[in-house]
């Protein structure tokens, strides 16, 4: 990721332009973070392999994007192949390396010339979380190398951001005496805890009590708290599987209910969510007064941030055997309004 990074700053960057500040650096490196998405991080992560659709996608806008700066459509398709030659790098760590140590609040873990940081909250997280398999700081550095590359720089992860405490706090209150299970989560922001989130890597963050993808679950009844990254893709593939989980509850006569959380867009998965026959209600949150929690949490001192775009809520469900679906409504409205 540290040599994707610098091939995109050295080569991309400069041609998308726009004032030399943090803030359009920023958003410069937004547009790698959505190209980096679409191909599901491949080969840098062990996701499943992109689909030929969404490789093209990504391609096209960041593409696009390069000839709004004025590069022509030629010389674009050369930037996007030739930046990014498909390398295939093993990830590994020795136990033997590692070394902890701490430095301006922030805890390091080092497996050779590589670290990783973390705050020592979110430290001690992941101990309570580890459950006692293999080596902790072993398995500790992994996860925390992973989601160093799903943030992409150290400014980035917005598509780990978070709903905020109070928010699945509501949900948990209204589907008492259930337990409610996070679709999309990780060892580091898991509002959950142990064996109740779904995440990316059910290898590494199986050993802090990840329940595995959330796409290859079979989950029939329950409540689940779905916040999917805000990727076109995802959205669309999240809304199909929550779709055929209904149907297969209602024709078993069992409830579950899914709390969804989206981006406001016209994206066919947005589509699919609106129009399902389970939905009970939705509920718009415009930007900028309502947030989320922080994507790198475990290393910023900075927890919340006001949302950038509309956000969608919506509750599906197979059927309610809980309080009134509106009581929910209004309570999770509240609590995402609160910083």
Known sequence: MDRLLETYDQHVSPVLGGNDTGRQQQKRRRHLEAWLW?????????????????????????????????????????????????????????????????????MTLRCGKRSVKVLPEYFSKLKKLHDRRGKFHQAAFLVLARYRILQVHEKGGGNQGAIPAAVFAA???????????????????????????????????????????????????????????FDEALVLRTADVCQRRLEAAAAGKKALVFLIIIPETDWPGHRAFEESKFKKWSLSLPSGHHFYQVGNQHVNHQRTYPASRNTTVLLLASKTSFADPWDLRQKIDEAFRRP
């Open 171 to 229: 949900l948990r209150d209204w589907a008492k005496p259930i337990e409610p299970i996070e679709a999309f989560a990780s060892p580091l922001n898991t509002l959950a805890g142990q064996g109740g989130y779904h995440s990316a890597f059910g290898d590494t963050d199986g050993f802090f009590g990840s329940r595995g993808s959330f796409f290859e679950s079979q989950i029939q009844e329950g409540v689940v708290e779905v916040n999917p990254p």
């Open 38 to 106: 679409s191909r599901a991080f491949a080969p840098l992560l062990p996701l499943e392999p992109p689909t030929a659709a969404a490789i093209a996608q990504g391609d096209a806008a960041l593409r696009q994007k390069l000839c709004n700066a004025g590069l022509s459509k030629k010389a674009g398709r050369i930037m996007v192949h030739g930046a990014f030659p498909c390398q295939c790098w093993e990830c590994f760590v020795s136990a033997n390396k590692r070394v902890l140590g701490k430095r301006r609040q922030l």
